[in-house]
């Protein structure tokens, strides 16, 4: 392996070995939000006229726990190697900035995308889904989860302790996440919260993600790709930059 | 070339009181030159600056004005390559908990691209004692064999020059003993050593060179032996029954009831255990022995020089 493969298979383990928290838990809890608004609400909501609420929901809920989880695994392995100080020994190495992002971000795309698989397989049964376009669905997922990664990984070096990381998670990812259209569809709102809703990257990735499943969506799946993609260009410009600059971690 | 090049490096901090803009210099224009194969002592009190002299040559953190580099490579603009030939293993006794020593060892390998590294992997356990660690989490181990680790961590792509920052601080004998052994042999072998430590005795037993740092300056770089010939070549050590007088105190070094006084001559010798006669101090015991590497550091540091 080369360094930045034996880097991008250190973060891998170091997730895999603790699964049952980083990978078992977040699906519990996505299971955990169908059964109760899937039980609250399926009889009262019907979206885009022909799709039950609980078919609509699940591929929200895969794609909130994916994204969740892309941030959770960059920030935390990052803050945890600051605050138990054995980043130093990927400090000492030759890997170049390139290498360390690309290793995060991966191992980030591949929890987000292991957990994802995980809500979707003990979720979709439950439910009438159907796949219209699963390339654009693998499309979203992975943009998504990189995107998540790399904001991930600017929190963690950002971060000097824990209290800060779960103020960027809870006051930041959280609402953005759940304020994405998770839930509903945008079209049901007012017409102010609509373009509210509009001015959230988090609103498009769900939304083309979902139309990988339905065929339809709120707004063009080509729109959603295009802003998705410059929001992933613009956040990991900047995590690029804040590795090759060393922020906080090289004095 | 040099294994290890400073040049004039200086490292700035900002002054959390004071005028702003205030800085305060942890190294101010440090120059020294370690050679191939050298074994070299960097000594120093507490912020001294030799931490900070060893995060700059590792890439931890920057210098704000001069040069480092690495068998001739920069340690900024060829990083990659100043990196590779350099093992650091640092101060604070850090570990990964996720993974046992192996698999610590098999990493470290590879973030240096090293591949099919086992065989030097099972050396590196057996000459540190680590063998029948291998698959202990890191988390089970005590101190002492969390800084075994350490070393092994650095040593793991054989890095031409190692760099060891204060390695024995706070460990037992016995790895200390098994330390400096697989060092002394890496070092016979051609790897070029830096080495910081308070254990005085350890930097006169190894080291061939030694520099002294203080306030963020080098104040003296010389062979070990140059050294030691040039401070007073003798110790006047006394168990004593009493107090001595301020006076007679001021010129020795007291620790309890036992006082070394420095001494150039047998006359000075004679002058001194006067003096502590006239006091009507009570000595109980008396030892003349040459001056070692802990009285030139006092004298070096106490300004005496």
């Known amino acids: 392996m080369t360094g930045w493969q034996t880097l991008l298979y250190k973060e891998v383990l170091r997730f895999w070995k603790v699964s049952f928290q980083t990978i078992a838990a977040p699906v519990l809890t996505a299971v955990l939000y169908l059964l109760i608004f899937g039980h609250v609400l399926e009889d009262h909501v019907k979206v885009y006229d022909r799709i039950s609420y609980t078919a609509f929901l699940v591929p929200g809920l895969v794609m909130m726990s994916l994204l969740q989880n892309a941030f959770a695994n960059s920030s935390s392995s990052l803050i945890q190697s600051k605050i138990m100080g054995n980043l130093v020994f990927l400090l000492l190495t030759p890997l170049s900035h390139w290498a360390w992002y690309l290793a995060y971000v991966g191992s980030s795309v591949l929890r987000g995308l292991v957990v994802g698989t995980g809500v979707f397989l003990v979720t979709f049964a439950s439910t009438d889904l159907t796949i219209q376009a699963p390339l654009w669905i693998l499309v979203f997922a992975v943009m998504g989860a990189a995107l998540l990664g790399s904001l991930g990984l600017i929190a963690g070096l950002w971060a000097d302790k824990f209290d800060q990381l779960a103020a960027f998670q809870n006051f930041i990812i959280m609402p953005m996440t759940f304020l994405s259209g998770v839930f509903y569809s945008i079209h049901s709102l007012p017409a102010f919260w609509q373009g509210v809703s509009h001015l959230n990257p988090f609103f498009y990735m769900i939304d083309g993600f979902r139309y990988g499943f339905f065929g339809v969506s709120d707004v063009s799946p080509w729109l959603s790709l295009g802003i998705v993609g410059v929001a992933l260009l613009c956040v990991g410009s900047l995590a690029v930059h804040l590795l090759r600059v060393g922020y906080k971690i090289r004095g | ?305």
């Open chain 2, 1 to 305: 070339m040099p294994a290890i090049s400073f040049q004039s490096v200086s490292r700035y901090y900002p002054l959390a009181r004071g005028p702003k803009g205030a800085t305060f210099a942890a190294l101010d224009d440090v120059s020294l030159d370690i050679e191939e194969g050298e074994f070299f002592g960097l000594l120093g009190p507490n912020g001294a600056g030799k931490t900070t002299l060893i995060s700059i040559l590792a890439g931890l953190t920057r210098a704000s004005k001069g040069r480092v580099s690495v068998l001739g490579h920069d340690v900024q603009a060829e990083y990659a390559l100043a990196r590779r030939q350099l093992g650091v293993v640092p101060q604070e006794l850090v570990f990964d908990p996720f993974f046992n020593v192996r698999e610590a060892l098999r990493i470290q390998s590879g973030y240096f691209g090293v591949k099919n590294n086992e065989g030097w992997i099972d050396e590196l356990l057996e000459s540190l004692g680590l063998a029948d660690k291998a698959n202990a989490n890191m988390r089970q181990l005590s101190g002492g064999m969390k800084r075994r680790v350490l070393v092994a961590q650095a040593l793991v792509h054989k890095p031409p020059v190692i760099v060891l920052d204060e390695p024995t601080a706070g460990v037992d004998v016995e790895l200390r003993q098994t330390l400096w052994q697989f060092i002394s042999r890496l070092n016979k072998q051609g790897h070029t050593v830096l080495l910081t430590t308070h254990y005085l005795e350890e930097a006169e037993a190894l080291c061939g060179r030694i520099a002294m740092l203080k306030s963020g300056k080098v104040v003296a770089l010389e062979r070990t032996s140059e050294l030691l010939k040039a401070a007073s070549s003798h110790v006047l050590r006394l168990k004593i029954d009493g107090e001595l007088p301020a006076d007679l105190a001021a010129q020795a070094r007291v620790t309890g009831r036992i006082v070394q006084f420095p001494a150039h001559d047998a006359r000075e010798i004679e002058s001194y255990l006067g003096a502590v006669r006239e006091a009507g101090v009570i000595v109980d015991d008396v030892e003349i022995t040459k001056a070692d590497l802990e009285d030139v550091f006092l004298e070096v540091m106490g300004g005496r020089k």
